[in-house]
């Protein structure tokens, strides 16, 4: 892991206690571990959080589903695939009511051609439907924009913390 910023904004420097998601992955860790992924542009990066254990989860997510391309590779890097596959993953057999989401990124990063500007805002449209179907509560969010992000979870408390070149730090 480089110690190195990120085109999201600057970041402390991974530890062992840092755990980094990359584009079209998903984690799950625990306190006091933090986890964290960097360059979200159109990318939606979705936490799930369960305040009693102080687990969570974490997926950088790519496009909606797998029909949005004709390319293979990770199927966590889809909506439809992350986030139901994280919410299994973070609840690990407790209640998954308890679970509460976050999500940053949804930017509309390429100009000019009208699919690949509105991916970001279809990004956003798809991880809440997924959310929305397992009846997990998105609490905040910080979406849109023409920027890019990084952002880290924090388990003790929950807390996100949304850093960008141009806007700062954002707490949610």
């Known amino acids: ?89 973070v609840a690990g057999g407790v209640p998954r009511r308890r679970l509460v989401a976050k999500i940053a990124g949804g930017s509309t990063m390429f100009g000019g051609d009208a699919g690949m500007a509105s991916i970001g805002v279809r990004n956003a449209e798809a991880v809440k439907h997924e959310l929305g179907q397992l009846r997990i509560p998105l609490l905040a969010e910080d979406i849109g924009g023409t920027h890019a992000r990084t952002m880290e979870l924090y388990l003790d408390t929950g807390l996100v913390v949304v850093r960008s070149y141009r806007y700062g730090i954002r707490e949610l």
Request: with cysteine; aromatic share 4%; glycine share 12%.
């Open 1 to 89: 892991m480089s110690s190195t910023g990120d085109i999201g904004g600057l970041w402390a420097a991974p530890d062992e206690r840092t755990v980094l998601v990359s584009t079209g992955e998903i984690a799950v860790a625990v306190h006091p571990q933090r986890l964290v992924t960097p360059a979200l542009g159109s990318c939606i990066g979705l936490t799930l959080w369960d305040a009693f254990t102080r687990r969570g989860g974490m997926a950088h997510i790519m496009l909606p589903s797998p029909s949005e391309t004709r390319l293979g590779g990770l199927a966590d890097r889809f909506a439809s695939v992350a986030v139901p596959r994280l919410a299994e993953a």
